[in-house]
Each structure stands twice: as C-alpha cells, then as structure tokens.
C-alpha cells in the first residue's frame, strides 16, 4: 500500500484509471469534473500516455472510440450538460463493442443547473440515453477509496466484456477529500482485452463480432494486420452491414446478453447490517454516506436497521435486492432526485406475499442527506 495521505474524489478516480493501464484522454473542462482532465493533462505525458482538450464533448467521445480501436485503454470525464453530448457515441461504442470509459461527475440539473451542487438525476440516462436496446455498465462509488477501486473495475470491466462502462460519481465524491491508503500497482488487478494470436489467427481468419460461447469477441487493434470493418449499422459477424433479420437479431441478443455477464463478474455492492434487518435502506453514492451513519444511530437505538450500498447500479442488482427486502418489513431509498432507484427498487422487492413496503425519500434542493434525515425515516417506520 502506498502511505497514507489526503485526496480527492477525482483525483482517485485518476489514479485509478492509470493503475489500471489508462493512457489516453480526450475530454473537455466543465464543472465539477474538470480536476480529472487537469491531472490528467499532467500525469498522463510522463508515462508515455496522450491527453487532447477536445473542442467538445461529442468530439471527446469520439477520440476515446478510436484511441480504444488502436489499442489504447481510453477514458473521458464530463458532467450532466457534457454528458448528454455524448450519448450518439456511446451507443456508437456499444453497437461496435469498443470498451472505454465515461466518468461523469453529476451536479444538479436538469440544463445547466447547478454546477457545484451535488446531484443524482443522471441514473436513467446512463443506462438508457443513447437509443436502442444495448449494453452498459455503470459503477457509482460512494467514498475516495471507493473512486479508486470502481475506476479500475471500470477499466477491467470494458476490457472484459468489450462494452462501455460509466463511473457515475456526485459532485460531492468528485470534490471531497479523505485520507487513505491507496494500493501500489503491483496490488491493483488489471483485465486486458482478448486479442487474436497470430500463430493461431491468420488475417484472413479473423472474424471481428464472432457469436463466440461467452458472448465477447476477441478484439484486434488497428494496424496490427487484422483488417475489419467498423459500423455502427446492423452487421453480421464479419461487420459487413445490412445483415438479414436473424442475423440483427442474433446480433442484438448477444449485444444486451452482456449485461448478465456484467451481473455476474461486475456486480458490486456492499451490505452493513442487513443479516437480520427489518428495516432496509438501499442507496448510492454520497447518500450512502448518510445512510451509513443512520443506521449506525438506528442499531444503537434499538432499530433493527440494515443497508445495501449499490456500487454497481446497471446492470441493476436484482437477485441481491430481493433476497434482502424479502426479510424486510420496510426498505428506505434515499437519493439527489425524484425517484430514479426507487422504481427498480419496487420492480424486484415487491414480487409476492409479505412483500416490504417501499418509501421513496428524496432530495433535489442541491444539499445532501444529512444522517438525521435518513435516520428520523428509520425511526418512523421501524
């Protein structure tokens, strides 16, 4: 481990990327992602890695596309504004299965909103604002630490399954500072993309979307001998496009069935006293934070209180969250919104008798949960 020391949200989240082999970054400044793309201006260039300010943020998704399609692990940060400049081309990577990185630090919206404000109204657009049906991931970590462990898990997530991942953290994660020990490289893991082998692969041979058994195609880098083609059309298997019915439809299908290999290698959570909770809060993010000490006042309180801190939010973790709200009598859903969680909450907890009662708690007046808030829930419901 490295010594411990003072550091920010988005300054983790740049360690992070780099520990797990980032070496190119396309971006554009705007608030309160902009410390990512400074140090990342910095850092980058000594390790032989590329940083471009872009003139937008559609132009910094596109540059990620291709710096990933040359090889390159490939990553970009923005905010809500920035954030929907960019879904075109985060479908562009989905269709082609080009893996890389969308860091948005969200603040209050909708529009402009408030720059500096925490918000969390950016969950339903990260997994449906591009259009379509097709695959993404999404992490949202809830402290400094946890920054840097999900930006690795982004990278390795993207290498493995050949998708686009997001790191949805709030303005108050992207802007906070904590001390901790961060892991030196040698302790971080690091998942690389499938690539042909040569002595197995001629050139010829390469078939770039293959309907392979684990749904992920190997990957060959520009340049490297593998010529393929590109688009972001219906395709079959060799990319060719205005493929017939059953080929877009086979092509769809291994697309979005992804998103269960993401359930199983990449869903991340993580549980605080919920082995014998009747009263369950589920939660991301900085409102996870506030939860965490709520349930602390709970238990001392004599409340059986319990919470489900969601790291990976989609593919949403369906199967953890019915387990656990069957035990419970109320589950509690506290986000920076009107209620985005919420209703995937009730889509999977409420399926049968006894089922828990769901209380939607929300804010959107650009201040965080303080714990007594969350807590004076618990205690009306216990």
């Known amino acids: 481990m490295e010594p411990a020391r003072l550091v920010q949200g988005n300054e983790a989240c740049v360690q992070g990327a780099i520990a797990a082999g980032c070496r190119f970054f396309a971006g554009y400044p705007i ?3 902009t410390e990512v793309a400074e140090l990342m201006a910095e850092r980058l260039p000594r390790l032989g890695g590329k940083f471009i300010q872009m003139e937008d943020e559609i132009a910094s998704m596109a540059a990620i596309i291709g710096a990933s399609l040359c090889g390159a692990k490939a990553m970009t940060a923005t905010s809500g504004p920035g954030f929907s400049l960019k879904q075109e081309n985060i479908g562009f990577a989905a269709m082609c299965e080009v893996p890389c990185v969308v860091v948005n630090v969200q603040r209050a919206g909708p529009s402009t909103g408030g720059p500096t404000a ?3 109204g950016d969950i339903m657009q ?15 970590p809830y402290s400094v630490r946890d920054t840097f462990d999900l930006t690795v898990a ?5 290498e493995d399954l050949r998708v ?7 303005e108050v994660i992207g802007h906070m500072r904590e001390r901790v020990e961060l892991p030196g490289q040698s302790e971080v893991r690091v998942v690389d993309r499938r690539r042909p082998d040569p002595s197995r692969t001629a050139p010829e041979d390469f078939v770039p979307y293959a309907h392979t058994p684990d749904l992920v195609p190997e990957m060959a880098d520009f ?7 590109i688009t972001g059309l219906n395709h079959d298997e060799r990319g060719r496009p205005f493929a017939s019915p059953a080929e877009v439809d086979r092509l769809v299908r291994r697309l979005n069935g992804k998103m269960s290999l993401a359930a199983q290698r990449w869903g991340l959570f993580q549980e605080v006293a919920t082995a014998d909770a009747e009263v369950l809060v589920i939660a991301a993010g900085s409102p996870a934070r506030s939860a965490k000490e709520a349930v602390r006042s709970a238990r001392q309180a004599g409340i059986k209180a319990g919470l489900l801190i969601l790291q990976t939010i989609w ?3 369906a199967v953890k969250v019915a387990d656990l709200a069957s035990r419970a009598r109320v589950v509690i859903v506290p986000e920076l ?11 999977y907890a409420c399926r049968g008798r006894g089922e828990p009662r769901v209380v939607s708690l929300t804010r959107v007046d650009t201040e965080l949960f303080p714990p007594a808030q969350i807590y004076e829930a618990l205690r009306e419901v216990r």
Do not use: K, M
Not at 223 to 229: D, N
């Open 164 to 170: 686009p991942t997001i790191v949805l953290l709030d």
């Open 126 to 140: 990260a997994r449906w604002g591009t259009h379509g049906d097709h695959p993404i991931v999404v992490l949202a």
């Open 223 to 229: 340049g490297s001998g593998y010529r393929h083609h």
């Open 337 to 347: 919104n009107l209620g985005q969680l919420v209703g995937e909450v009730e889509r």
């Open 31 to 33: 608030t309160p992602s």
């Open 154 to 158: 982004a990278f390795n997530c993207a």
């Open 118 to 120: 925490p918000g969390q």
């Open 315 to 317: 593919p949403f973790p």
